[in-house]
């Protein structure tokens, strides 16, 4: 493959994850992509890291690698820090280059059409303000990415990728889709906790009273055995 000269490098995307899968070392460290996405900055990692969470997050482990630097971007996007700073523990983490390729092939048809689609609009959701927000909700989608709940991690990294890519391209539109769903998922969390906690009050008493019954009735039944 060869050498790119990544600080002006004009390739999609797409072709970009895609040349750094071609590679024949067997490990894949955090600092070749970071070197790799050059002066597109916090989006292109965020975008990366988030579709790469929904394609291999069920491996177990790789939450916790991939969720990690997705903590640091947050708080430095929410501190409006320019150049993305990793410390080198975070920087010589790594994952199987075959891993990582399994994984890329699953998401870089539907990036593609991503990108066909996508052009700079709604600048208003890209403003240093939008940037602060989406800082702030990156770290807590974040926090969720490195729980180790199974299948806990789809939502969260779609979020991060939607926010990604409309921070990589400067399209608003995939911006707000990404508030969309962060604002369905808080509502609906709100209605659950509303509604356990005005169900709750008449569930317990039933709950303790077939407690209470339980007993009773299995004496009955050893008693007609």
Same mark, same amino acid.
């Given at each position: $493959?060869? !050498?790119?000269?990544?600080? +002006? !490098? @004009?390739?999609?995307?797409?072709?970009?994850?895609? !040349?750094?899968?071609?590679? !024949?070392?067997? =490990?894949?460290?955090?600092?070749?992509?970071?070197?790799?996405?050059?002066?597109?900055? #916090?989006?292109?990692?965020?975008?990366?890291?988030?579709?790469? %969470?929904?394609?291999?997050? *069920?491996?177990?482990?790789? @939450?916790?690698?991939?969720?990690?630097?997705?903590?640091?971007?947050?708080?430095?996007?929410? *501190?409006?820090?320019?150049?993305?700073?990793?410390?080198?523990?975070?920087?010589?983490? %790594?994952?199987?280059?075959?891993?990582?390729?399994?994984?890329?092939?699953?998401?870089?048809?539907?990036?593609? =059409? $991503?990108?066909?689609? +996508?052009?700079?609009?709604? +600048?208003?959701?890209?403003?240093?303000?939008?940037?602060?927000?989406?800082?702030?909700? @990156?770290?807590?989608?974040?926090? *969720?990415?490195?729980?180790?709940? &199974?299948?806990?991690?789809?939502?969260?990294?779609?979020?991060?990728?939607?926010?990604? #890519?409309?921070?990589?391209?400067?399209?608003?539109?995939? *911006?707000?889709?990404?508030?969309? /769903?962060?604002?369905?998922?808080? @509502? /609906?969390?709100?209605?659950?906790?509303?509604?356990?906690? &005005?169900? +709750?009050?008449?569930?317990?008493?039933?709950?303790?009273?077939?407690?209470?019954?339980?007993?009773?009735? &299995?004496? &009955?039944?050893?008693?007609? #055995?």
């Amino acid at each position: $493959m060869p !050498d790119y000269d990544y600080q +002006s !490098d @004009t390739r999609p995307f797409s072709q970009v994850i895609e !040349d750094i899968g071609a590679r !024949d070392e067997p =490990k894949l460290y955090l600092g070749e992509l970071v070197n790799a996405f050059g002066e597109r900055g #916090f989006g292109a990692l965020m975008l990366f890291f988030g579709l790469l %969470s929904v394609a291999i997050g *069920i491996i177990p482990g790789t @939450t916790t690698v991939l969720g990690a630097p997705l903590l640091l971007m947050g708080l430095q996007l929410t *501190i409006r820090q320019d150049q993305l700073w990793l410390p080198r523990w975070a920087l010589r983490r %790594s994952i199987e280059r075959e891993t990582y390729r399994q994984g890329v092939a699953r998401v870089l048809p539907r990036l593609r =059409k $991503m990108e066909r689609l +996508s052009r700079p609009r709604l +600048s208003i959701m890209t403003s240093e303000l939008s940037e602060v927000l989406i800082g702030v909700a @990156t770290f807590l989608l974040a926090c *969720i990415l490195i729980l180790p709940l &199974w299948g806990g991690n789809l939502i969260p990294a779609l979020i991060i990728s939607a926010f990604g #890519f409309g921070l990589l391209q400067r399209d608003g539109l995939a *911006i707000l889709i990404a508030w969309t /769903a962060v604002g369905l998922i808080c @509502t /609906a969390g709100l209605v659950v906790w509303l509604a356990w906690t &005005w169900v +709750s009050p008449y569930l317990l008493p039933v709950w303790e009273w077939l407690n209470g019954l339980l007993p009773q009735l &299995w004496a &009955w039944l050893t008693g007609l #055995f």
